[in-house]
């Protein structure tokens, strides 16, 4: 044991390891209008860390509190008479068990995909070229932009016949850096479209465009410095980041997001100000013809939401977007019985204006644009234990081909 503590320290010592020694994660149960109304007021304050989206319908909220507020905190939640419990005593601690097990992971073959660990980025961009590479006829890559810290943003198209112009299915995820299951599920969608015969089928009227990490400097500083880490990495002249998801140009700056930059949902100082989602916007329009399906993945929450998310009315069309949220929830369910709850972003939860998947469909017109929180992991959230990928991205390929079913009718 004394061999891997040493190593642990040494790892830790080298970022701003130890930062969240006596944290506290409390899991909140709001009950009524006036309970939500606090906790909505509570996110505006950056000190306060919400780790699960703000739930409407009595779901449990989840928030990470400093040590020096959680007297203060725990206070205005007892005066309030709101219930509460105590779901992880210190945060470092369970930090330092993900970074052991990362740590001692075993490496994959360079250019190779594996889904027991998760991957750096470096790792992933291998992975894409070595696809390009050994899937010319089926494979193209093309960097659409560049993250703030230079990293490349390879998009992966996946077509049997580019000529063709088929409708696209457009995928994203890792926006938010913390969310680490999201890059494997769309990782794993890419190995089952490029890697797997059987799956041949389903590219015959349709083309994939999927950005496995869009945030890739917020990503790596979640391996290298702040497992927690939300935003992107560009400096402001306080704090450094923007909240990607409140950063699209569609109802920009409105409801649900902040103009301090030091907040977890800082909506950047324009519409589109990172470079990364300036990069899909410029993608998505490119190809808006052609974009049928507009998905975005998070984590966590066992959701499929749609637009809007800037409002809590819902589009024309939201009977179809309901239809087929909830074919994706079911092809999920089959699986191994995991659940999702569908429903418009805003009757499930609070409001985010400047989020893509409202900007797809309100601004780039794709008609069906949808948000899915994966489901959370360990005793937390963020941070599934990498046995939990596995099964996690395997039922959400099943999702994913019930999307894929309906827009191939
Ligand atoms: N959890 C995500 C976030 O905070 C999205 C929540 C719902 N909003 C949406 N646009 N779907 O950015
Ligand atoms: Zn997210």
Known sequence: MKIFTLVALLAAASADQFRYEGYKVYRIQPSG?????????????????????????????????NPQKQHWFVGLLNKNAIRYEILIDNVERVLLEERFRQLFAP??????ID????????EINAY???????????VSLETIGKSYEGRALKLIKISTD???????????????????IAPPVALYAIHQLVENKENLKLLDKIDFHILPVVNPDG??????????????????????????????????AEIGSSSSECSDIYHGQHAFSESETAAIRDHVLQNKNRAKLYLTVHSYGQLIVYPWSYTTELPEDHE???????????????????KYRVGGSTSLLAETAGSSDDWAK??????????????????????????????????????????????EK
Request: charged residues 25%; contains cysteine.
């Open 33 to 65: 209008e006036k309970h939500l109304e606090i906790l909505l007021e509570l996110k505006n304050y950056s000190e306060l860390d919400f780790w699960s989206p703000l739930h409407r319908d009595g779901q449990p909220i989840t928030v990470m509190v």
């Open 320 to 338: 179809e977007l309901q239809t087929v949220g909830e074919l994706a929830a079911e092809g999920i369910r089959s699986v191994t019985g995991t």
């Open 219 to 252: 990503y790596e500083y979640t391996h290298t410095n702040q497992r927690l880490w939300r935003k992107t990495r560009k400096p402001g002249t306080t704090c450094v980041g923007t909240d990607g998801n409140r950063n699209y140009d569609y109802h920009w």
């Open 128 to 138: 894409l070229d070595q696809l390009a590479e050994d899937y010319p006829n089926l």
């Open 115 to 122: 889904f027991t660990r998760y991957l750096r980025h470096n």
């Open 362 to 407: 309100g601004a780039a017109g794709v008609a069906l644009s949808y948000t899915l929180e994966l489901p959370g992991g360990g005793s937390w959230g963020f941070d599934p234990p990498p046995e939990k990928i596995l099964p996690v991205v395997v039922e959400t390929w099943e999702g994913l081909k019930a999307f894929h079913g309906y827009i």
């Open 107 to 112: 490496r994959s073959q360079q250019g190779r």
């Open 162 to 180: 580019p000529s063709a112009n088929k409708p696209i299915i457009f995928i994203d995820a890792g926006i938010h850096a913390r969310e680490w």
